[in-house]
Each structure stands twice: as structure tokens, then as C-alpha cells.
């Protein structure tokens, strides 16, 4: 059985941070591990509070994680201070993990802020670079690239500037743009589209976590990256699709949309 990794924050609701990771991993037929960063009180409606974990305990998390059962892929999510951040770095570098998705996580759905204003700079200059890709939404594309992004044309900009520091794949998701849902993946050697016409469910709380998750999964399936971003894509649209409609707010995803077996590696 491939397995996988997530280092993310916990969402007391369950759409979500490392509920949404175990529940795709758990979706693609592979085992899930976790490192919990944080401790979030929040539902569809809002973030309420947050409790961190200190830098020594996530690392002990992956001491014992990478000793025991090491994961084929990873994929980091939200990682609220600068020392954790460190301590991912050098942990990941110390195991030599291979197959990292970072998703720069750094405002919930529901616009509450998950990353503390120190923090950014860390990401950029450290847990970014070490990513076979990262998965960046377009109001995180704009921090990182500096550039004010409104339409497709302002994606591939932001991409190229981003690319000056990032080597990895960078996959700027479209969730946020008004007519569609188009996905960029920008290489040093190429760039491709992701499209797919805008669902109508305002259920999306968690879509980034799940795309990331979905990603790692093809990752440690061996697939190339051009085509684990297209099964992710397609993984994420039928979760959507799928429409479930719980709680008072921008609502969880649907993981039980397949048939049976329709996503076993
Ligand atoms: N209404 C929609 N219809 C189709 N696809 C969508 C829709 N909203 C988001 N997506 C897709 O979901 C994935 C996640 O994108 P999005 O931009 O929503 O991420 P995010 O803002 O990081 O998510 P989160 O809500 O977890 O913070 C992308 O592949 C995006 O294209
Ligand atoms: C714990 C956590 N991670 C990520 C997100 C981004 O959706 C969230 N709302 N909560």
C-alpha cells in the first residue's frame, strides 16, 4: 500500500486542514500519516481559535513517523510560525523526503488569517524552494509574486516571478476567478492548463487542502506531475460536484463520490 504524509493543521469540522488530507488519502486507496502543527477551532462559518504546536513536538512527530513508516510523498498545509517551518525544513531534509507538495496556506475560505506576518517570509525563503510543487490560490500567488492577479494572463506572470525562487512545479489554482476554474502549472520547461467550467456550490471549504492531498497521493503513485495534476483536478471536480450541504456556512466536500474502486492504485 503507497503511503502518505501530511503535515497541516487540524479542522475541528472535519472539511478541512488534516481531516480533508486523511479523508483523500483515504479516498485514493493509500495509508495516511499525519504531524498535526495546530490545533484550529473552527466550522464552515469561521476560524474561532488557534493552538499551535511547539517546534520540538512536530518534530518529534516526524522522527517518529520517517524512523518507523516512510511516506512516499508529503504534502505540507498550514504551518502557522517561522520556527515550525524551520523545523519541517530540517526534518524533511535530515529523511531526505521525496515528493513534497506545499500548499502555501495562509487564509481559510472563510477569510480568517491561518499564518502569522513573519511566517511568509519563512515560507518563501525556505519551505517553497524544497517543493516538487506548490499549490499557491490566487490571493497567495499575489503575495508571493508581488503582482495584483485578475485574470489568466496575470496567473502565467505571477508564475514566471515566483520560478525566480521556487525551482519546483508552481500549480496557481483558479478556484477564485469569476467565470472558471482554471488551474496553472508552470515548469522551468513547460506550462499546461487545468480547465474545467465553474461548478455552482458554495460548498468549498477544504478544495485546497483535498487538491494538494490528491496531488501527493499520484505523487507516490509514481505518476509524472502533469498527469497527477490532471487526476487531482479530476478528483476535486467530483467532490465538488458531488454537493454536500452541511452547516451554516461554506460547506465540507463529498470524498464518497466514486464508484467503489474507481480511485485504487
Ligand atoms: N466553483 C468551483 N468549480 C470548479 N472548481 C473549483 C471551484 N472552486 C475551486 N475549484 C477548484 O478547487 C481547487 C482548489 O482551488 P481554490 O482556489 O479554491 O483553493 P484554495 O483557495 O486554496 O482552497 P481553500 O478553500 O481550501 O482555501 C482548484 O483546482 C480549483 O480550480
Ligand atoms: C487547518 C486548516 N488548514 C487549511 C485551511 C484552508 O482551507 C483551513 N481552513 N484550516
Known sequence: MHTVLTIAGSDS?????????????????????????????????????IQESTPDFVARQLDCIFQDIPPEAVKIGMVS????????????????????????VMVATSGSSLMKNDAAKALMAELLPIGTVITPNIPEAEVLSGY??????????????????VPGGILIKGGHLTDTADDLLYT????????????????????????????ACNLAAGYPLTVCIQNAKDYITGALKAN???????GPLN???????????
Not at 191 to 197: E, G, K
Request: hydrophobic share 35%.
Open 13 to 49: 469540522s472535519g472539511g478541512a486542514g488534516i481531516q480533508a488530507d486523511i479523508k483523500t488519502i483515504t479516498a485514493h486507496n493509500m495509508y495516511a500519516m499525519s504531524a498535526i502543527t495546530a490545533l484550529t477551532a473552527q466550522n464552515t462559518t469561521g476560524v474561532y481559535g
Open 81 to 104: 510560525n517561522a520556527e515550525i517551518i524551520r523545523i519541517i525544513v530540517e526534518k524533511l531534509k535530515e529523511y531526505n523526503a521525496q515528493n513534497i507538495v506545499v500548499d502555501p
Open 148 to 165: 495584483p492577479i485578475r485574470n489568466t494572463q496575470d496567473m502565467e506572470q505571477a508564475a514566471k516571478k515566483i520560478a525566480s525562487f
Open 188 to 215: 522551468r520547461e513547460a506550462s499546461a492548463w487545468y480547465r474545467t467550467v465553474r461548478i455552482e456550490n458554495p460548498n468549498t471549504h477544504g478544495t485546497g487542502c483535498t487538491l494538494s492531498s490528491a496531488i
Open 244 to 250: 454536500l450541504n452541511l452547516g451554516k456556512g461554506s
Open 255 to 265: 470524498h464518497m463520490w466514486q464508484e467503489k474502486g474507481t480511485c485504487s492504485f
